[in-house]
């Protein structure tokens, strides 16, 4: 092999690490920029063209819409116009088909290596999925561990919160949601609503900027769906979590939301603040749905 050739495959391999190293930096520069989102009305999420096809089930059709930080932000409609499946691409457990999401400005599934946008790592994933927190429509809460435990499991694993630490931010989501006294029971010996006032609370124990709530009411009897619903009504009102909700609850939309999406066929077909939506909609399919669940 030639001395030129030795130096050619040397300057290629020094380029190639270089752009490697560069790539690299920007993507965890970026990470750095949205570990922490600011609360400032700036757009926080952003879907961009999705689309999720279950089978030749096509739930999500070329969506398009955002959601600004520190807004709350309600997603009704008809059971299969794609709500809930919004809710669980934020949270990767479902990929698009195609077109792109974005959470604090960093791209959530992708990301860009050589001025190229590729699938993106485990890593990428998880550091930008940190700011998104979901309560499921099941409680999904750990039957074996006790109530503190549920909670503090995931800020001391994933965070690295040291087991104080984690305690007592626990002890303090459990006097929010109104369950102190239940610190050492397990999730079986708690009443429906309580378990999801817990879970409630484990989801507030990473310190999310988007809280996701999916339907958090319709497993629970009747009786029982006051409390959970004030506990909601209390942490938009007093804290800045971005929320985007999930229901069929329209009081507590009305009540607690800044905008209300009215979503039919996967797309988005009507948008506005509550008071607009649910006294003068535009769109008849709207009326419709309203009339049929009010």
């Keep these: 092999m030639s001395a030129e050739t030795d130096t050619a495959q040397?300057?290629?391999?020094?380029?190639d690490t270089a752009q490697t190293d560069t790539a690299q930096t920007e993507t965890a520069q970026t990470l750095d920029a949205v570990a922490d989102p600011?609360?400032?009305?700036?757009?926080l999420i952003r879907f961009d063209q999705v689309t999720k096809r279950f089978g030749d089930n096509t739930v999500l059709d070329r969506l398009d819409f955002s959601v600004d930080s520190g807004k709350h932000v309600t997603l009704i409609g008809p059971s299969?116009?794609?709500?809930?499946?919004?809710l669980r691409l934020l949270m990767t457990l479902a990929t698009p088909d195609e077109g792109t999401i974005k959470v604090g400005g960093a791209y959530l599934t992708h990301e860009e290596r050589g001025g190229k946008l590729?699938?993106?790592g485990e890593?990428?994933?998880?550091?930008?999925?940190?700011?998104?927190?979901?309560?499921?429509?099941?409680f999904n809460l750990f039957p074996n561990m006790k109530v503190l435990?549920?909670?503090?499991?995931?800020?001391?694993?994933?965070l690295g919160l040291s087991k104080d630490?984690?305690?007592?931010?626990?002890r303090e989501l459990l006097e929010l949601v109104g369950l102190r006294e239940h610190v050492?029971?397990?999730?079986?010996?708690?009443?429906?609503?309580?378990?999801?006032?817990v879970a409630i609370a484990r989801a507030l124990a990473m310190r999310p900027r988007v809280l996701l709530l999916d339907e958090v009411t319709s497993a629970l009897d009747p009786e029982l769906v006051v409390g959970v619903l004030d506990v909601l009504r209390d942490i938009a009102r007093s804290t800045d979590i971005t929320m985007l909700c999930v229901t069929h609850e329209m009081n507590f939309a009305r009540d607690i939301s800044d905008q209300v999406l009215m979503f039919d066929s996967g797309r988005v077909i009507e948008s506005g603040p509550p008071q607009k939506i649910f006294s003068d909609p535009e769109q008849e399919r709207t009326r419709e749905f309203l009339g049929a669940v009010l």
């Design 184 to 197: 050492d029971k397990y999730p079986g010996q708690l009443s429906g609503g309580q378990q999801q006032r």
């Design 118 to 120: 590729v699938r993106a």
């Design 38 to 43: 600011p609360v400032d009305g700036s757009e």
């Design 80 to 86: 299969g116009s794609g709500k809930t499946t919004i």
């Design 10 to 15: 040397t300057e290629t391999a020094r380029t």
């Design 123 to 138: 890593k990428h994933v998880r550091e930008v999925r940190k700011n998104i927190g979901m309560v499921f429509q099941q």
């Design 165 to 170: 630490e984690a305690e007592e931010r626990a």
């Design 149 to 158: 435990r549920n909670i503090t499991e995931a800020p001391v694993t994933v």
